[in-house]
């Protein structure tokens, strides 16, 4: 700040220097304002004006420090309102995982365990809490739930609700939709906002990057209040700005799709890991694919994969049409073998006799999906 004083150049009254004296230091007050202040001090009238009295401008500068920046406040301010605080309830290798990223884009990370996960939250930049009441007086903006399906419930009951923000964003991660969907909507109270999400992806899928990997959410139960709609949008943009592929769709649809990949994918790693598939000098990029896809699935616990059959309805019948189709194919393998020794045996007296047994493949519905044997029997049954 600069303040220009204008004085006489002659001696002042010992009243005028005290008023002068006055005027600046109120300028000086005047420390937010960045205006240019004249300081002008005027000698009391003397009996004689026959002489005019020559003023002199004096610049003096002021180097007053603001208290703060502002601009800059303002943008932090903005900034900090744009960050969440997410609780992440089950701290284990998925939980970690998301963490880092959470984290990475500036958001504030509580987490709790059953384990004791302190040195790790630390090195990832996270606050861990191993008494759930102490996380929840936090008042975070987000409750994640990151335990295994079969936990679930029994974490989220043992939440202390009353210690939260009557608003609290509830989300999950789970590799099912409908069954943590019906969970929330029949412990949580009305008053806290639900979303259900899903990564297509785990630690190992998604270690480089998250380019392009699907993020499944659905939007069950959100406040219409124009900071809990944001609040949402938020969150998914964590997984946006990494570039994740946003789907929408319902729980119901999700599991639907997830039983004939996911679980399909999960199981057929299952059983190549009990073959105990190891690496060759000669493999192929198919066999290469198969040894990703045991790392992939194998390096999950087996209770994501129990929690994949046991809390998706579709489950049951994919893992019955993969039983059929193995059977199948093992009908024709032996058949082809059966044809070639006959030929062996009996010479060309049966050509032309024999037909090649082929892979059935199961017959489908109006929909397109394929039935099992129990279900095209009952078509075959209504067609007649």
């Known amino acids: 700040m600069i303040s220009f004083s204008i004085q006489p150049n002659t001696t002042k009254s010992p009243s005028a220097t005290t008023s002068a004296a006055a005027t600046h230091t109120s300028l000086l007050t005047h420390h937010h304002s960045h205006q240019l202040s004249f300081s002008s001090s005027t000698p009391h009238h003397h009996h004689h004006h026959s002489s005019r009295r020559r003023h002199r401008l004096r610049v003096r500068a002021i180097d007053a420090a603001q208290p703060y920046d502002y601009e800059a406040h303002l943008v932090n301010r903005f900034s900090q309102s744009a960050k969440l605080k997410i609780a992440v309830l089950g701290f284990g290798n998925f939980g970690q995982f998301l963490a880092k990223a959470f984290v990475r884009q500036g958001h504030t990370v509580y987490a709790h365990s059953r384990s004791n996960y302190h040195s790790i939250a630390q090195s990832v930049g996270a606050a861990f809490f191993p008494d759930l009441h102490d996380l929840c007086e ?3 903006d987000v409750i994640l739930i990151c335990t295994s399906i079969i936990s679930t419930e029994t974490v989220l009951k043992a939440l202390p609700l009353q210690r939260l923000r009557r608003n609290t964003l509830f989300v999950d991660v789970l590799s099912v ?3 943590p969907k019906n969970i929330f909507l029949q412990v949580l109270p009305s008053h806290f906002d639900i979303l259900c999400t899903h990564p297509m992806f785990g630690p190992e899928s998604g270690k480089n990057s998250w380019q392009n990997l699907p993020f499944v959410f659905d939007k069950v139960r959100i406040g219409n209040e124009d900071s809990r709609v944001s609040r949402v949008e938020t969150f998914l943009d964590i997984f946006k700005k990494e570039g994740c592929t946003m789907v929408e769709m319902t729980c119901a649809e999700h599991d639907k799709y997830a039983a004939g990949s996911q679980f399909i994918t999960h199981t057929m790693g ?9 690496s060759t000098p000669i493999n192929t990029k198919g ?5 990703n896809l045991v790392e992939n699935t194998a390096s999950d616990s087996f209770d994501l994969y129990y929690g994949l059959f046991m809390y998706n309805k579709n489950a049951m019948e994919q893992l019955e ?6 059977e199948a194919l093992k ?6 073998l059966h044809e070639v020794l006959r030929k062996q045996l009996f010479g060309k007296s049966e050509e032309g006799g024999l037909r090649r047994p082929m892979l059935a493949k199961l017959p489908k519905n109006g929909n397109g999906t394929p039935l099992l044997p129990s279900q095209s029997e009952t078509l075959r049954n209504t067609n007649n």
């Open 138 to 140: 936090q008042h975070p």
């Open 177 to 179: 939709k409908e069954f």
């Open 270 to 278: 299952r059983i190549l890991e009990k073959l105990q598939l190891e």
């Open 287 to 291: 066999y290469e694919t198969l040894l």
């Open 321 to 326: 049409r993969l039983d059929l189709a193995f």
């Open 331 to 336: 009908k024709e393998l032996f058949g082809h």
